[in-house]
């Protein structure tokens, strides 16, 4: 007992975890879920109830993209009033999105926007034995995988402990265990980024969101993904901003997904894939945002965060399909 409930105070103290229950250091990952978590849904009021599981590209400290959608979004047939929950996060990639649906498993939505397919082209950037398809070879994701795994962490968190420790002796002592952090790459890794390992791992995560989905009788929206890389791209000139991107505090230079030419056909090959695996599910509507998007830096602040104009255009395009 002693040892128990020291070990949850080293939780508390070192990852903030909760003591009375650890479980909910989960939420320290995904802060967006919490107020989702505190409210009422269900698919059987007069709520047209929708969640969005996207990237940073519409994380709320962005871009306001339910505002934007509330200022032209038609309440469909049958219904009073919308109400949108935006669960993006900076970051967030396929594994993510499956986790926090899965999060949200007892709240009961009328339809789910997935927008996503940048940010797993990053995991790529590694080599082929260092790569895992759980996407642990990411400490983010070896920490989230641990939480997620251990579902007796409320009752005992010694298994839990042990695994936690075990992470962090590895990123501390074994250089080649994880790729890096968000905003750094290991520039002689790049090369291996062209081999885009990832790409069955986002077929795997999306298509066990949509058969949560289709469970929970949900209309399942999936867009694909709009980006924008000019012709004479370099990181020099992204630098220097002399592209044509209307810049603001959150562009982000290409490369901290990985080289352009990978960057633009993972997310090509996610685009044109996609279609495959959406539409044999009959709640699903796949929907070629992309091909129908403008291009060009008044649309864009990088590679793929809009500019203001820009998220009022795919806010128009999105609310479009909502009905």
């Not at 056909?265 to 403008?294: C, G, M, Q």
Request: overall charge neutral.
């Amino acid at each position: 007992m002693l040892l128990e409930i020291s070990l949850r105070l080293v939780l508390c103290v070192s990852a903030g975890a909760g003591f009375i229950h650890p479980s909910k250091l989960i939420y320290r990952y995904y802060p967006e879920l919490i107020p989702i978590k505190q409210a009422s849904i269900l698919n059987t009021d007069s709520t047209y109830d929708v969640l969005i599981l996207s990237c940073s590209v519409l994380h709320k400290d962005w871009v306001d993209i339910v505002k934007e959608m509330n200022a032209c979004i038609q309440v469909p047939k049958g219904f009073n009033q919308v109400k949108i929950y935006n669960a993006s996060g900076v970051g967030h990639g396929s594994r993510d999105n499956l986790v926090k649906y899965d999060l949200l498993r007892d709240k009961h939505f009328d339809a789910v926007i997935y927008y996503d397919a940048i940010n797993d082209s990053r995991l790529n950037n590694c080599p082929a034995n260092v790569f895992k398809d759980d996407y642990s070879h990411y400490e983010w994701y070896d920490e989230i995988n641990t939480i997620t795994r251990h579902k007796e962490m409320d009752i005992t968190v010694l298994p839990f402990f042990y695994d936690w420790m075990k992470i962090k002796w590895k990123a501390a002592f074994d250089k080649d265990a994880y790729i890096p952090k968000h905003f750094a790459l290991r520039p002689e890794w790049l090369q291996y980024g062209s081999d885009l390992k990832s790409v069955h791992c986002y077929e795997r995560n999306l298509k066990q969101v949509m058969d949560e989905a289709k469970e929970q009788h949900a209309r399942f929206l999936y867009f694909t993904f709009a980006y924008y890389l000019p012709v004479d791209y370099s990181l020099p000139k992204f630098k220097n901003k002399t592209l044509d991107y209307n810049f603001c505090d959150h562009s982000r230079e290409t490369e901290i997904w990985g080289t352009g030419a990978n960057v633009k056909r993972f997310i090509d090959t996610i685009n044109v894939s996609s279609k495959a695996w959406v539409e044999p599910y009959p709640n699903a509507r796949w929907i070629d945002l992309n091909a129908h998007y403008p291009k060009g830096g008044k649309y864009f602040a990088d590679v793929c965060h809009f500019s203001p104009e820009g998220i009022r255009e795919f806010a128009g395009m999105v609310c479009g399909e909502v009905k």
